[in-house]
């Protein structure tokens, strides 16, 4: 396509909420970690493909894949924190963080088991505020 030679009206998407088709035989909880298996929506795990989008805004339900949408928003939001080894400090603000489930974050990679879940914003006694969404 060449350059463009007078006013062009480019649709737009604001980009904080997005709805994406839901993986086969996969429940979405509404205040859930979302991630894109494959490119379909899924509650957060641990495995090493995963890339994190954000929380489901609704739950949704599919039998067989894309037969139902999962609205995600991306943002700022508090996770539980994991224990021991992988618990998050305050020292550990600006840092990576890694899902664990779909309500839990740890500090590392667990081996290289686990996707990123985002950017540390901050740690509270009763969770971590992460970051999360695509291009983040």
Not at 53 to 78: H, I, N, P, Y
Not at 81 to 104: E, H, K, M, R
Not at 110 to 123: H, L, Y
Request: glycine content about 12%.
């Amino acid at each position: 396509m060449a350059a463009l030679a007078s006013p062009r009206n480019t649709k737009e998407r604001v980009g904080d909420v997005f709805d994406f088709p839901v993986k086969a035989a996969t429940t979405c909880h509404q205040g859930g970690l979302a991630v894109l298996d494959a490119g379909y929506a899924a509650p957060g795990r641990v495995a090493t493909t995963l890339i994190a989008v954000g929380l489901f805004q609704e739950s949704a339900t599919a039998v067989s894949a894309g037969d139902a949408v999962a609205r995600v928003k991306r943002g700022v939001f508090k996770l539980a924190n994991s224990t021991a080894g992988d618990l998050i400090a305050q020292a550990n603000v600006g840092a990576d963080c890694y899902i664990v489930d779909d309500q839990t974050v740890a500090l590392t990679n667990g081996g290289a088991t686990r996707s990123r879940a985002g950017k540390i914003a901050a740690v509270d006694a009763d969770g971590v505020w992460v970051q999360v969404g695509l291009g983040l």
